[in-house]
């Protein structure tokens, strides 16, 4: 009996300090993306208050290297925007980011 109850003592402190580092690594995750945010740093951050997105934002979103022909882009499109279809469980959000890095890679093209 001695055994399992210092076992459920170990797993009881186990959770106890998984939470508590836990909680304060999503806590210093969350101020510094606020810093960010509130600098200006950041890539995202800075697209947002700009309302548009750039060309490299636009690759990293669907993954792309620098050079990329128009069917590797839409290949991607297709891809990614499937992937997240918001009636099998995806994000409605990311799907907006998806277009919209479709569309200035395509702005792109066009020039």
């Avoid at 939470?19 to 600098?39: D, H, K, N, P, W």
């Avoid at 290297?65 to 990614?80: G, I």
Wanted: positive net charge; proline residues 2%.
């Amino acid at each position: 009996m001695v055994v399992v109850g210092g076992l459920s003592n170990v797993l009881a402190r186990l959770l106890v300090y998984g939470f508590t580092y836990g909680t304060r690594a999503v806590g210093q995750a969350y101020r510094i993306a606020l810093q960010e945010a509130s600098s200006g740093g950041g890539q995202l951050a800075s697209s947002v208050v700009r309302g548009r997105m750039d060309a490299a934002e636009a690759r990293m979103v669907l993954n792309l290297r620098a050079k990329n022909t128009p069917e590797e882009v839409e290949a991607a499109f297709n891809r990614h925007y499937a992937a997240n279809d918001p009636e099998k469980g995806g994000s409605k959000y990311l799907r907006w980011k998806v277009q919209a890095a479709k569309e200035v890679l395509d702005s792109m093209t066009r020039k």
